[in-house]
């Protein structure tokens, strides 16, 4: 079983910067992990992914050149850098893991709020 556990959200102006922290527990080995954002009144959105090694990833276009996914598997944490915040970008925001790129996601943290003002 694995346990996922957010930690950054928080209110920020626009134009702002903010990291977002996922800290895994259990057996992550080899795991893609994710990060995906749910605003009020929408549907939950992909927002950036990372490969076990960090070789690759992926981000959805809206927060391309803005934010950077990265990892720490010795400390079994994925990071979410976001830069020139927008008010768009509010939401709650989930880590998720998978076991490869060709998995469904399996495991979802309980979210972080970030909410960027104008």
Known sequence: QVQLVESGGGLVQAGGSLTLSCAASGR?????MGWFR???GKERE???AISWGG??????DSVKGRFTISR?????TVYLLMNSLKPDDTAVYYC???RSWNTPYDYWG???QVTVSS
Request: proline share 4%; hydrophobic share 35%.
């Open 110 to 112: 309980q979210g972080t």
């Open 72 to 76: 720490d598997n010795a400390k079994n």
């Open 28 to 32: 992550t080995f080899g795991y893609v």
């Open 46 to 48: 992909f927002v950036a």
């Open 96 to 98: 998720a893991a998978r």
């Open 55 to 60: 070789s690759r990833t992926d981000y959805a």
């Open 38 to 40: 749910q605003a009020p």
